[in-house]
């Protein structure tokens, strides 16, 4: 970390080629009164933006803090290899064509591992990266323009695309930003690592991820470990929910994507919430840096308008952000705030009639505000400047930041639409402690998760085997065998490999029986799974019907309340994901099913398995009786120990259906697909 420390927080800048991208670095430096030195190195120029140049890395007066090298890659590879010989303090390498580009490029791979020789142990970003911008410090290793400007505290950006980090700099949201960090595609120096530097920061007070590609679990767990340690949030917009974004993804960085269900599993097991849109990214970052993560999603809001009230509630639905009802004290004071004729209520409409009335308006804010709420909220809408009269509407913005310097409450004020609260007036806002919340969706968005950026303390994650391509079936029969010696129940069963002998086997086991046709992956879409066979008869005309010559028959377990599908299938980027659905024909019908990664708490268990859509039957739905919850909790406990136990060698499990009754879970089907032989 004290690498990072010294290559982000930087008392010498060297800048390293000429033309415009170089000289853009030096100017804003200097622009932003970065107090260090700089100096421009170029082998022919006299000077580089006004600065004398040196000939080269040997000419500077000492070894530099931080590096911008912006010239082409393979010269890059050997201006590296000259500052580690100098133990400068680390690089940012602006040049592309390394393993970015290596479907198109056969020299990319040698010239990338050529780099990582160069560099040693000195920590470098990119390549393909713009760099980074301290606006602490005013040292910004970073080739273009930008939109920030110098902060004395606030929040640091993550992200693999350049692009994206330029367009957050241009922000009119008056988020305070610390520092905004390109990584490229993470030759050297991982996105975890980098976080972890940044969190170091004392002048950091949240940390936002834009992430493409996790890479290196370790690391990842390590800092979500210091997110925890120093009580300082992490949120992430993780890409890759369709097929094209991870197709543009691994083409632009050569990262591995993984699956969205193992994204989502991995972002909630360290408790870093994950947004999906950059507009609630910077207000959750926002709210974050202002009071910090919130202790739950209830709000109150209010407006002057019974329109905006309504919208407030309707936005807040489906998003996790409730209304409590108001309380005695809340209404006392409201009343004796609004008088007797407006109606009481959360969301709360108080009227036109006190509009321009600053204290009436603070007054009412800090009778609404209570502790039993995370956030209250000021609904405000600016009228636009440059066409209208703004004068009337100062009163709200007082009487907020008035109601939270009386009741010492969080406190927001929030404009329905972005645009209409300008950014000197929720700067105004945000210096006095209050929130100021642009746009209605993603203000809902931001409190639900603020409310979930409380970092967790998961066990360690059962880490990806190597991955096949081509894996074995393994017979249902066998797949059982094996998982029942883990601790899964399933049915008395016998294999026959001829129609008369599945008769015989049946009577045996005794009616009614189920009849598989082994070797078949879906079974129910081939017709090769028959159910409720009460006679020899029934068995025989099921089995000859079927399209194999191998069977398998087992006892008809009776009484399920529910159904349980049990998945697991390892995802190369994210480790082993467990699956947990409605299982049966609903499982493609209901599509209700919730994912983790193993290894899981019970806490962890149970919380997916009262997420589901069928939650309710495995509780005893209208009076029926509820499923044996432990029953299922040995069973899905049986899943996990095998594929802890196996494995190497293991890309997939599935349970579906788990049969849960009100005494039992009995795994009905069993698939497993691996590639070695079972031991």
């Known amino acids: 970390m004290q690498a990072l420390k010294r290559l982000f927080q930087p008392k010498s800048i060297a800048v390293i080629g000429g033309g415009a991208w170089c000289a853009a670095v030096i100017e804003q430096c200097i622009k932003m009164g970065f107090e260090g030195d700089i100096w421009p190195v170029h082998p022919t120029a006299d000077e580089v933006a006004g600065l004398s140049a040196y000939r080269d890395v040997s000419a500077l007066p000492a070894a530099p803090d931080a590096s911008f090298i912006g010239v082409n890659r393979v010269t890059t590879v050997e201006i590296l290899r000259a500052l580690a010989a100098r133990d400068a303090g680390g690089a940012v390498c602006f040049a592309s064509g390394f393993m970015e580009s290596d479907a198109e490029d056969a020299e990319a791979a040698d010239l990338q591992a050529q780099l990582l020789e160069a560099a040693g142990e000195m920590p470098i970003l990119g390549p393909n990266c713009y760099g980074f911008i301290n606006y602490l410090d005013g040292a910004l290793l970073w080739p273009d323009q930008h939109g920030g400007e110098r902060v004395e505290s606030g929040v640091a950006i993550l992200t693999q695309s350049s692009n994206i980090a330029l367009n957050l700099t241009m922000q009119r949201r008056a988020l305070p930003l610390a520092y905004v960090v390109t990584c490229g595609n993470q030759a050297q120096t991982g996105l975890a690592a980098i976080g972890e530097a940044l969190l170091d920061d004392t002048r950091v007070t949240a940390l936002g991820l834009h992430i493409e590609g996790v890479g290196d679990l370790r690391a990842f767990e390590a800092l979500a470990a210091k997110a925890r340690q120093l009580g300082k949030p992490i949120i992430a917009l993780k890409l890759g929910q369709s097929s094209q974004a991870r197709a543009a993804m691994l083409s632009h960085t050569a990262s591995l994507a993984g699956g969205d269900a193992g994204a989502q599993a991995l972002l909630a097991r360290l408790g870093i919430p994950r947004l999906h849109d950059l507009p ?265 019907a079927m399209p194999t010559n191998r069977f398998l028959i087992e006892e008809m377990i009776p009484d399920a309340v529910a159904e349980l599908l049990i998945g697991v299938i390892k995802d190369p980027a994210h480790g082993f994901v467990l699956t947990l659905a409605a299982g049966g024909t609903l499982t493609e019908i209901m599509q209700d099913q919730a994912s983790l990664l193993l290894p899981a708490s019970d806490e962890m268990l149970n919380t997916a398995l009262d997420s589901l859509r069928i939650a309710p039957l495995l509780a005893g739905y209208r009076g029926a009786p509820a499923a044996d919850r432990a029953a299922i909790l040995r069973a899905i406990r049986a899943v996990e120990a095998y594929v802890l136990a196996e494995a190497e060698g293991l890309e997939e499990i599935e349970i579906n259906p788990l049969l849960c009754t009100p005494t039992d879970a009995v795994a009905a089907d069993a698939l497993i697909r691996r590639k070695d032989l079972l031991r």
């Open 280 to 544: 609630s990214f910077l207000e959750t970052l926002k709210l974050l840096h202002v009071v910090g993560p919130l202790p739950s999603t209830r709000i109150a809001t209010m407006s002057c308008s019974g329109g905006e009230a309504s919208l407030s509630a309707d936005t807040a639905h489906g998003r996790g952000v409730s209304f409590p009802p108001l309380n005695d004290r809340q209404q006392n004071d409201l009343r004796a705030a609004l008088g007797p004729m407006v109606a009481l209520a959360n969301p709360l409409d108080y009227h036109t009639y006190i509009w321009r009335d600053q204290a009436a308006i603070t007054r009412t804010l800090a009778a609404l505000a209570d502790p039993q709420q995370a956030l209250t909220i000021l609904i405000a809408d600016f009228p636009r400047g440059d066409r209208c009269d703004t004068t009337d509407w100062a009163c709200t913005l007082q009487a907020a930041i008035a109601a939270r310097a009386e009741t010492g409450q969080n406190i927001a004020l929030l404009a329905t639409l972005p645009e209409l609260l300008p950014e000197d007036l929720a700067a105004e806002l945000l210096a006095a402690g209050v929130v100021p919340l642009l746009g209605l969706p993603e203000a809902m968005t931001a409190i639900q998760a603020a409310a979930t950026a409380q970092p967790t303390t998961p066990p360690p994650l059962l880490l990806p085997t190597p991955s096949h391509s081509d894996p074995d079936l393994v017979p249902e029969g066998e797949a059982k065998t094996w998982l029942s010696r883990f601790g899964l129940r399933v049915p008395r069963a016998k294999l026959a490999r001829t129609v008369v002998a599945a008769r015989a086997v049946a009577a045996d086991i005794g009616y009614p029986v189920v009849l598989k046709g082994e070797g078949i992956a879906h079974k129910t879409e081939d017709g090769a799974v028959k159910l409720n066979l009460c006679s020899g008869q029934e068995v025989s005309d099921a089995a000859v």
